[in-house]
């Protein structure tokens, strides 16, 4: 059987338990997932495209079926360039469906080689969102339970490092 590899791209501002959810149910379907990270998102990131890509690597040490990239201009170049036929998207809602529909097929239009794959998180994980985690780290209040630990050590030192920069 020839070998399936999919990409799964994202902001990752930072990666969270749902997308590592994903990821690992991917595997279960996939040969080689490439984990491609959005080089600029259009909200400012919280954590450099360096930060990103390097804290999804440690967390999939040992796993060597997971590459991962960062990436900018079109998804669909980029799969083609990575030799990946297929985009993995997670579904957490149905207010998830209609931004991912159009993206689905915009990027069919673009590239019809190219299929898109959704898949649903565990339940746990179904209001979990980077954009949240970040706001509530910010906060100061507690993460624990909803992004990998390095994740959480990673958030507590900007964390802190901007309030001094606030507050010398
Ligand atoms: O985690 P996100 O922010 O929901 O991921 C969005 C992402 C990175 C998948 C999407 O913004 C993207 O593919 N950007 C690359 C530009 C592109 O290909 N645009 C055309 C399809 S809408």
Known sequence: M????????GSFDP?????????QRGL???????????????????????ERVSMIQEIFA????VEVRAFDGLLVDFARASKTPVVIRGLRAISDFEYEFQMALMNRN????????????????????????REVATLGGSVEGLVPELVV????????RSKKVQNP
């Open 110 to 133: 673009l590239a019809p080689d190219i299929e898109t794959f959704f898949m649903m998180p565990n339940v746990n994980y179904t209001f979990l969102s980077s954009n949240m985690v």
């Open 28 to 50: 279960r379907v996939f040969d080689r997932i490439v984990i491609a990270v959005l080089k600029n998102p259009k909200k400012s990131p919280l954590f450099t495209t360096k």
């Open 15 to 23: 990666i969270t338990n749902g997308h590592v959810d994903i990821i």
């Open 2 to 9: 020839p070998e399936v590899s999919a990409i799964y791209p």
């Open 153 to 160: 050590r990673r958030l507590n030192d900007k964390v802190k």
């Open 62 to 65: 040992r796993e060597k079926k």
